[in-house]
Structures are given as C-alpha cells and as structure tokens.
C-alpha cells in the first residue's frame, strides 16, 4: 500500500449539492466527491467513489466465489436474435436500450443476462454429471428507466452482480437458492446494512419462488410489512388477512348520499369508519371485457395483484366509463350494466352486507348482500398491504416500513432453458431442460443504499468496510515541522501495520480540513495539532460515533491497530 495524501487526490468537493438531488446519498455522494453525472440516470465515479465501489465489489465477489459460483465476465452487447428466442424482444419494452450495427443487425445494451448465459451454455453444458453450475460476473446494466432519479438508487447505467445457476433436480435448485439467500444476508451484513428479506414478486424475470433483499430506508421506492415472527413481504405481493367491518341494516337500503363520491365523503357522511364502506374501481381485463373490482373502503387496488388476478387489466379513463354505463363515484354491484364482470377481494368473502355506490349519482347502497342482491364472479386478492393488516402466517397485526430492493433471488424454473432449447443429458439419456436460478445484486445501488443509511448534517460515516480509506491523519499546522513529521510518521506506520491511510497535507485551514473529513466520511480521523502535541497527545475522532479520545503520542498507532482490527471484525 502507498500512503495518499489529500495534496495530491483529484477530489473537489462540494459546499452545495445539485439541485437535482433529491435523496441525501445523491447529494452527499456528489458533495464527497465521489460522483459526478454525466447523463440522467449516468455517472462516473472519482477516484474516491471508485475505491468504495471495489470494495462493495469485492464483498459481493467473496461471498459469490465462497458458496461455489464462478466469476466469469460476459459482454455488455447482446444480439437481438438471443432476445427474440426468448420471446423478451418484443415484451420488454422501452426499458431495453436498443441499436443497430452497420449492417442492420439489431442489439441490445445488457440489461440482465439470462439469453445471453442461456445460450452460452446450451451446447457445451451437456451431462447431468457436470450439475450444478453456478456463474456470475459484474458487469455493467443499462436499462433506460422512465424516470431515473434518486443517484445511484434508480440509473440508467448501474453495476450489477448477477449470477444465474444450472440444475437437473428441484432439490440442487432448492438448495444453491438457499446457499444465496444466505449469502445476500451476509453481502448486507458486511456492508453494514440494516435489512430484510421479503416474499416479492418475480415481475419481467419470470418464475415463481423469489425474495428480494431490502435496505430499510425512508427513501426507498418499495414498501413492506413484516411480523415479528419473521414474515416479511412487498406490499405489492403480501397476501394479508385484512379485518373489515359490518355497516348492519335490515335488508337492502338505499341511501341518499348527494354529492358523496369518495371513501372519506362516504365514512364521514354516515359517521362509519372506511372499513365498513367498499370501494369499487373500474377496469378493462386483457380480453377487453369490462369489470368492476371491489376492495375494502380503506384498502388500494395493488397494480400487480390485479394483473395476476386478470391478465392483461387496466384501468378504465372518465370516458370510456361514461360508454361503458358506469356511474364515477357511485358504482356498485347491484344493477350493473350486462355483461360487467364483478371482481372482488377475498377480504370480502366474510362480510356479510356491503355499503357501496348503488350505480345511480347521489346514492348507496347499505345492506347489500353478496349471493342474494348481487354475484360476484371472480374473488381474488386485489389489495396492496399496509400496516395493521394481520399476519398470513401468525395473525398478528403487521408494521411497515419502506426499503430500498438491493439484490433478488429467483428460482426461474426451466422458462428460459425451454423457450430455448437448453437441455442436457439426464441419467437415463434423455434430454431434460435445465432447472435455472438467477440472482441478482446491485452493486451501485447497494453504496448508495449505505449512504442512505449511514449519514447525518456533516456528511457520510462510511462503515470500516468499505471507507475509501480506514484512518485519516490529518496535520492542522502546516509549516509547522513537527506537527507535520509526527503526522507523516503515524500515517507511515499505520500504513505499515496494513492499515489504509490517507494524510490531509494540504495548505488548508483547520475548518476545511474537518469538514472535508466528516463529509468524506472517512471512519477514524486523528488530528495532530501544535498544542496536542506539547501535552504529548493527539486526537481521535470516530466519524461513526462522534466520540472524541486524546490518544497518548507514543501510543496511538497502538491503539489505532487495535481498534481498527476490531473495527474490521464486524464486518466479516
Ligand atoms: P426495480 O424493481 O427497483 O426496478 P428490478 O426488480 O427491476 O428493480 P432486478 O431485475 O431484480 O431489478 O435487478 C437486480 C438488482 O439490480 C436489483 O435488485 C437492484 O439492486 C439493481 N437494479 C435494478 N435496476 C436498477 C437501476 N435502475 N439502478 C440501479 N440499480 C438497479
Ligand atoms: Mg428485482
């Protein structure tokens, strides 16, 4: 290792962040002189940025190469062909950054790798004998988001690690699955990350059994429920119990309710709560028929459980519910036009009588009874979860919180080795598709999730584990000789105890020094100053805790050695 010193590192920071900086790791980020943008969603990483980002690497490729799965790197560009085998070609949609050679031949810029290892490996991968195979590389993705934002959080070009695995039993799947669950757990423990493992949904990707790995962060896009008895799900997926209540009168009731067109008008016209009321959405299924989905009053309609319920739904627009008979507002399941479809959710199969539009402006319906004033022809689980939901598992009343989705595991089942056409030789010579895993985590992502994590007024706190160094020593006399020396000396042992140091040599005020310290971050800080030094001391600073020491002169590369090895410890 060679000492850095401050004098001589390209790293500019910043009194003000852009004003495009929403969230406090994008900020911060660029203010550290991390990062700089160069497009939406698109940036270059400074020199200080790039260390951190080897070393979020470098985690995430120990615990890859610890449970058996091989680094390989595969290229960025990818041929369209591999993309129509697939079938990807066409659903992926703008997201895919596509272009043409100067032939004509169309290509895509990575934004996952399943076509591309697919069909690396379907003519070479061929006995059962050479199962499992696990392979990984990080490699740079592009997907051009809608709406990148966020810094790192949301790119258009991020680092990736993904992993894809081969097997000829559910068992081996079953199994490496588990081994990378497990290994997510630790990436997020070393990286000092407080997080949770949630049920999710499997989205573009395709399979069935997934969990998504979640720093917990106010700014995180994704929002969870968990119970203390260790469930934990998206609330896109979560299959709740949701508790509703009874609005009881004696037989079907119409009620004047004029100008009560929303859950709130309604609850508070009738002085009820919005559990007791139902909501009701209107929508088009992918075979163009017309529903109307009903949810308990204080519940949303999730997006992704209503496609898995109807394939294809969408919501209906002001006209097209106009041209369809439906009253905006009021609708209900009584006296629907014909051919309507009622969808409802399960939360509802208990309640007895509902208080619902009545399909008429200005009125509701109480005491609207399922199966007697009405039927309902698909019941499915329609609601987004929130807190005070029970439990599925243990009936317990459900917290939430929100978090940032930093890897996700997959078991893909044999989608891609069937659609194409990768097989192997099972034991009694026939040919089988292959079982696939594939698992992925975002390297930028997950940096930027620490920030989000570890920061306060005056900057980043790095964890030890990945600080662009570990120790800064930093002189506050400049000029004067000894406070410089006794500075370059705890820097050059420290150094040659295998501790990575930087030396904040610069002709700078004691104020700049300090500030750049706390906005960079870096984890310890000892400060030799011209009156410390006189009593035989110097100061140590833990970023991390705010804790202040005066350290004795002769013992302080000592100390340091010591308590940086336990420092390291923790996130091993
Ligand atoms: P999201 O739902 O947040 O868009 P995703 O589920 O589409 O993400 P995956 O296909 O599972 O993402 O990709 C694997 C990992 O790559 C994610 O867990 C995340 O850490 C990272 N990732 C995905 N999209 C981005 C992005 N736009 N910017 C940075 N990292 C990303
Ligand atoms: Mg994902």
Redesign the pocket.
Known sequence: MILRRMSELYAPTLKEAPSDAEVISHQLLIRAAMMRKVAA?VYSFLPLGFDVLRKVEQIVREEMRAIGCQEMIMSIIQPAELWHESGRWDVYGPELMRFEDRHGHGFALS??QEELITALVRDELRSYKELPKSLFHIQW?Y?D?IR?RFG?????E?L?K?AYSFHDTQESLQVHYDEMARAYGRICERLGLEYRPVEADS???GGKVTT??MALAESG??ELVYCSCGFAANTEVAEAKIATQIYEVDGLTKIHTPRVATIAELANFLNVSESATVKALSGMDGEGNIVVLFVPGDHELGDIKAEKALPGFRMLGEEEMLESGLVKGFMGPVGLPNGVRVVADNALRVLPQWLIGANETDYHFAGAKPGVDFNVDIWADLCTAKSGDLCPECGLPLQDARGI????VFQLGTKYSVSMSARYMDEAGAEQPFLMGCY???V???LAAVVEQYNDEYGIKWPMSIAPAEVAVIPLTVGDELVELTALRIANELLTAGIEVVLDDRDDRAGVKFNDADLIGWPYQVVVGKRGLEAGEVELKIRLSGEKRSLPLEQVVAILVQQVADERKKYQ
Not at 152 to 156: A, S
Not at 405 to 408: F, S
């Open positions: 969603g934004p996952t993705k997907r988001e990148p790192l959080l949301r790119g258009r991020f990736m993904d989205g573009q990707i998504e790995f896009e994704a989705e930093v890897g996700q992925g985590w975002g930028t992502r997950s």
